[in-house]
Each structure stands twice: as C-alpha cells, then as structure tokens.
C-alpha cells in the first residue's frame, strides 16, 4: 500500500487546515496519522477505525482536529482547527492491518511521505 499525504502548509495561530492521505488500495485498513516536531519524537495524533466508526484522539488535540475517512476514495483526512504553534510539525499517515483504532505506531505497516505543517505566531 502506498500513501498520498497532501495539504500542509504556513499558517497563523488559530487557523484550520485539512490534511488528506490518499492509499493505493481500496482494502480497509485502520488509519492514523502521527507527527513528529523538529527534535522530538514521533508522537500520535489521532485514528479511525477499519469503517470509520471509531476514533481516539491525543489528548492535546481532543476538540480541535477531527479524523474521518472515504472508504469509496480510500482517502482519510486529518481536519485541524484552532492551530497552535505547538502543532508545528511533519505530519504522517499511517495505515495498519486489523480493525483499529490503533495509537501504537509499530501497529502500522505502511507510511506516507509526511507533510509539514507550519503554525506562525
């Protein structure tokens, strides 16, 4: 499986920007999508299950970001509102077999590029 991610870019505080991650394959894999800051490590940001019907968060983004996906375009996006410079990173897609949520990166068996995500103060 090979994944697509797109959508980062500079923003201000407060700000939203939508991520999406496009997969080579319309299997229904559970996805997430991680970050990692300039650094630090890896960290998880958030979820969804193999049909998108459950979903975890980090605690630092709970309220804020929302994950969701298309199984018809085997797409699943990362929608991030109210921006913080904390969020400034390179942000990843994931996707692992089995039904998910998954918050353990090493649950995931295949990774996208990353794209970076600038929150400007």
């Known amino acids: 499986v090979q994944l697509q991610a797109c959508g980062g870019g500079l923003v201000q505080v407060g700000d939203c920007l939508r991520l999406?991650?496009?997969?080579?394959?319309?299997?229904?894999?559970?996805k997430g999508w991680f970050r990692q800051a300039p650094g630090k490590d890896r960290e998880f940001v958030a979820a969804i299950n193999w049909n998108g019907g459950s979903t975890d968060y980090a605690d630092s983004v709970k309220g804020r970001f929302t994950i969701s996906r298309d199984n018809a375009e085997s797409t699943v996006t990362l929608q991030m509102n109210s921006l913080k410079p904390e969020d400034t990173a390179v942000y990843y897609c994931?996707?692992?077999?089995?039904?998910?949520?998954?918050?353990?990166?090493?649950?995931?068996?295949?990774w996208g590029q990353g794209t970076l995500v600038t929150v400007s103060s």
């Open positions: 994931a996707a692992g077999m089995g039904r998910g949520p998954f918050l353990r990166s090493d649950l995931y068996q295949y």
């Open positions: 999406s991650c496009a997969a080579s394959e319309r299997a229904r894999y559970a």
